[in-house]
């Protein structure tokens, strides 16, 4: 059983549309964080959300984090593709990672 | 700029072969990592260590070891390759700061096939 569930495990969708994938769990997380894995690479830190009901921006890239601290957001506006590759969340406190969302972005 | 490399990007091993995976970090951090990456899977803990000659079980220890002698150096050991351990590992590393809220930086990975 995953500790932490994220949706869709793929999307793929064309260039300039927008976009929103998700990461969930029963359990509360003191804080939570969103890194990017491109082929052939290791994962790399996006954004660490700590505050329940938290909102971050990263240029096109909003994460939120939910009142109860169980579950985030990450939403995209305007898709590129340089925004392709694998998504994964991460519970920080219990080190542990979603199974990731696998995002294609088609010019 | 940070950096965490790993001995191999690509190994190729028998089953029955000792393998070892060796993971160096520049950053003089506390705290050391190994994953396994599968599809559908995501990442998954084998083993971390938060200091030097000090482990801890992650979620998936059987089948592996691990061994840090010197801060910067986290070995992983796979006493016997089966086929099941073909996958991509993951090294990481990050500082030490209350209550878990740290940046962990990432090798490239290795990816090994047992035959």
């Known amino acids: 059983t995953q500790l932490l569930e994220q949706s869709p495990q793929f999307l793929s969708i064309q260039e300039g549309e927008n976009l929103t994938v998700y990461c969930n769990s029963s359990s509360v997380f003191s804080s939570l964080q969103w890194y990017r894995q491109e082929p052939g690479e290791g994962p790399v830190l996006l954004v660490t959300?700590?505050?329940?009901?938290e909102v971050k921006k990263l240029k096109r890239l909003t994460f939120q984090f939910g009142d109860a601290r169980k579950d985030s957001s990450l939403h995209i506006t305007a898709a590129q593709p340089g925004d392709t590759g694998l998504y994964l969340c991460?519970?920080?406190?219990?080190?542990?990672f979603g199974q990731g969302t696998r995002l294609t972005i088609n010019p | 700029d940070v950096k965490v490399t790993q001995s191999s990007r690509y190994l190729v091993k028998r089953t029955g072969e000792k393998v070892f995976l060796e993971c160096v970090q520049d950053m003089d951090h506390e705290n050391m990592f190994w994953y396994r990456q599968d599809p559908g899977l995501g990442l998954r803990l084998i083993y971390f260590s938060y200091d030097v000659k000090m482990k801890e079980k992650g979620d998936i220890p059987e089948g592996y070891s691990v061994s840090r002698e010197k801060k910067e150096r986290f070995s992983l050991i796979l006493e016997s390759a089966s086929t099941n351990q073909t996958s991509m590992y993951l090294c990481?590393?990050?500082?030490?700061?209350?209550?878990?809220?740290?940046?962990?930086?990432f090798g490239p990975g290795t990816r090994l096939t047992v035959t």
């Open positions: 990481a590393s990050s500082l030490s700061v209350g209550q878990g809220v740290y940046e962990q930086y």
């Open positions: 959300v700590v505050t329940g009901g």
């Open positions: 991460r519970g920080a406190q219990k080190l542990v």
